[in-house]
């Protein structure tokens, strides 16, 4: 009897005692830890970058029916720029709507972060987009697609040249030549070469523009919760269009039902196409996700014959050579850079593994990324301790307020 009263005791005493919890820091950790393995594998990378492209490659032809669907007089520039804004600004209503609800809170970026909101604002929406839908206004879909194209190799020798998070190499050049001999090409209308400021000109600075803003986005994204920063850069951004298209007599005015669900459609394929290509960014080299960009002269060219009819332009024989030399441009950096990426990552590998020493910095050279202690890549020495401590902290605190945001 007694063993058994004692028995009932010692079981009650083990139910009734608490079980220890895992701290929740290592929990989000975990969750953070998981989104950036997702988002680097390569099977990823290329689904994600090309659902990005045929977003964007739809946009030029369903802009250019927004145009009619909105009676916008596209000789008016403050028009333009209006019904650009408004896009936009309902854009980025779109990223920061779904973001706060997947966070269960209302996303604004920290006061330290504003000024990056404003660059990127600037770059990716205000500049980029006045460039786009002036110089759409003023030439074909097709030709628009392919000349956009460009914004490719701009954003890779901005990632190598300017913000120096990459190396350039001979496999990059020659991507680059051959993308920029397809824009060459698409502009032979016979033997002459046509060029205007306001047509060919704007859409090759919306380009440079598009490039400029990918870099902003990989650096500022180590200091911002990503959809943040893409939701409230579209939002100002487009506001500003709004602002500025408005007070300079644009006006545009919607003639049917239909014009609301275009308008949606545009909002929701920039909301979207932009948000997952900054996540892409944020955890891979600029040029393994840029490259896939110049896929964006193939889906506009198709989309611009299904939608707007131009089929007579989209099997030209200057088009069809144009896109072969801009993809041929994708898969020797996208195809050979990573062979050669993975081949030196090999190498470098080996020595610290026979030996059980840590990564040296070229193991990050082959990874596609600079260093963080060597912005310019012309040093490879260790980094100092002071340095190398700081970063640590920082890179902790950001990276354990990234995965709450992420686990919530």
């Not at 190396?167 to 032979?188: E, S």
């Not at 003639?255 to 609301?260: L, V």
């Not at 920039?270 to 193939?298: E, R």
């Not at 007579?312 to 195809?335: K, M, P, R, S, W």
């Amino acid at each position: 009897m007694q063993k058994i009263l004692h028995n009932n005791i010692i079981d009650s005493v083990i139910l009734r005692a608490p079980r220890k919890q895992k701290p929740r820091a290592k929990v989000f950790l975990m969750v953070k830890f998981e989104a950036e393995k997702f988002f680097s594998k390569n099977y990823v990378v290329v689904i994600g970058a090309l659902i990005c492209c045929m977003l964007w490659g739809s946009a030029f032809p369903c802009v250019k029916v927004g145009y009619g669907l909105f009676s916008v007089d596209t000789s008016s520039y403050s028009s333009l720029i209006l019904f650009a804004g408004i896009r936009f600004t309902l854009a980025g209503v779109l990223v920061l709507a779904f973001g706060s609800a997947l966070q269960r809170k209302f996303l604004l970026p920290k006061r330290k972060n504003i000024w990056r909101v404003a660059v990127v604002a600037l770059f990716q929406t205000a500049m980029q987009y006045t460039f786009f839908y002036i110089g759409l206004a003023n030439l074909t879909g097709v030709k628009s697609s392919v000349l956009n194209g460009l914004g490719v190799f701009f954003t890779i020798i901005a990632a190598c040249f300017i913000f120096r998070t990459e190396r350039f190499t001979l496999i990059k050049l020659v991507g680059c030549i051959l993308g920029f001999g397809g824009v060459l090409v698409m502009n032979l209308d016979g033997l002459n070469f046509e060029f205007s400021l306001t047509g060919e000109g704007f859409i090759i600075f919306s380009g440079l523009s598009a490039a400029m803003a990918a870099g902003f986005v990989k650096v500022f994204s180590k200091h911002e919760n990503t959809t943040t920063l893409c939701g409230w850069q579209f939002f100002c951004g487009g506001l500003a269009l709004v602002i500025i298209g408005a007070t300079t007599g644009g006006s545009i005015r919607p003639t049917s039902g239909a014009s609301f669900a275009m308008l949606f459609y545009l909002a929701f394929l920039s909301a979207c196409a932009f948000t997952l290509q900054g996540y892409l960014l944020k955890y891979n080299p600029v040029s393994k996700v840029a490259v896939f960009k110049s896929t964006n002269p193939l889906f506009g060219a198709l989309f611009s014959a299904i939608i707007l009819g131009e089929t007579e332009q989209l099997l030209h024989y200057t088009t069809l050579i144009a896109l072969a030399l801009v993809c041929g441009g994708i898969l020797i950096i996208n195809l050979l850079g990573e062979k050669r990426l993975l081949h030196a990552k090999a190498h470098l590998n080996a020595p610290a593994a026979e030996s059980g020493g840590a990564p040296q910095d070229g193991q990050f050279i082959a990874d596609g990324n600079i260093p963080p202690d060597k912005p310019d890549g012309r040093s490879y020495g260790a980094p100092h301790e002071e340095q190398g401590t700081q970063d640590g902290k920082n890179d902790g605190a950001n990276g354990e307020e990234s995965g709450q945001n992420d686990g919530r």
